[in-house]
Nanobody, 122 residues
Framework: QVQLVESGGGLVQAGGSLRLSCAASGTFSSVVMGWFRQAPGKEREFVARIRWNDGTTYYANSVKGRFTISRDNAKNTVYLQMNSLKPEDTAVYYC????????????????WGQGTQVTVSS
């Protein structure tokens, strides 16, 4: 069982930046890590994914060019650098661990963190 703990959320003005972190611990057999977000009244949506072994990344179109996912294998930590933030990026952000290198849907990820709030003011 893997435990995931997110940090780094907060309140920022539009155009600003935040960096989220996700520290993984416990029995670790995941091959891919993902970031998802959920805004009030909306479904959870995919944001970005990274593979542990080779660092291959994949992004949702809505964040491509603004967000960067990265990992530190030695620390078992994944990051989400968010630049040029917009009010529509406001959501609770979750990190998740999956066992398939093709994981994209929330159902492809078996372990989840508790989430961290990101609020972007206009």
């Amino acid at each position: 069982q893997v435990q995931l703990v997110e940090s780094g959320g907060g309140l920022v003005q539009a155009g600003g930046s935040l960096r989220l972190s996700c520290a993984a611990s416990g029995t670790f057999s995941s091959v891919v890590m993902g970031w998802f977000r959920q805004a009030p009244g909306k479904e959870r949506e995919f944001v970005a994914r990274i593979r542990w072994n080779d660092g291959t990344t994949y992004y949702a179109n809505s964040v491509k060019g603004r967000f960067t996912i990265s990992r530190d294998n030695a620390k078992n930590t994944v990051y989400l650098q968010m630049n040029s933030l917009k009010p529509e990026d406001t959501a609770v952000y979750y990190c998740a661990a999956g066992r398939s290198i093709f994981a994209l849907r929330s159902t492809d990820f078996g372990s989840w963190g508790q989430g961290t709030q990101v609020t972007v003011s206009s």
